[in-house]
Nanobody
Framework: VQLVQSGDDVRNPGASVKVSCKAS????????IDWVRQAPGQGLEWMGR????????KYAQKFQGRVSFTADTSTNTAYLELSSLRSEDTAVYYC???????????WGQGTQVTVSS
């Protein structure tokens, strides 16, 4: 099982960023994908999840209206898009496979998103 994320990115305030998470080695539609981020000096922050099979999503209230998750079952890739970026969004963004019963068992390598003018 592997989750491989897109490369690090630098964006201006107010812009959007899209991070990808390509899954392999398992049935992509069999597990939710969760997105979690970690800002410098902070703990992990859950952003939400997507069900790749049905496309259903759940977003943390903090990010409602600014975040969107999608999943492409033809390429086994999940996407996070975050808009209206601000400096506080500077963080490492992770995707993780959610087993529902035993929590997260596989993680992507992380994508550093830096928001700076």
């Amino acid at each position: 099982v592997q989750l491989v994320q897109s490369g690090d990115d630098v964006r201006n305030p107010g812009a959007s960023v899209k991070v990808s998470c390509k899954a392999s080695g398992y049935s992509f539609t069999g597990y939710y994908i969760d997105w979690v981020r970690q800002a410098p000096g902070q703990g992990l922050e859950w952003m939400g999840r997507i069900d790749p099979e049905e496309g259903g999503t759940k977003y943390a209230q903090k990010f409602q209206g600014r975040v969107s998750f999608t999943a492409d079952t033809s390429t086994n890739t999940a996407y996070l898009e975050l808009s209206s970026l601000r400096s506080e969004d500077t963080a490492v963004y992770y995707c993780a496979r959610n087993t529902a019963v035993e929590g997260y068992d596989y993680w992507g390598q992380g994508t550093q998103v830096t928001v700076s003018s």
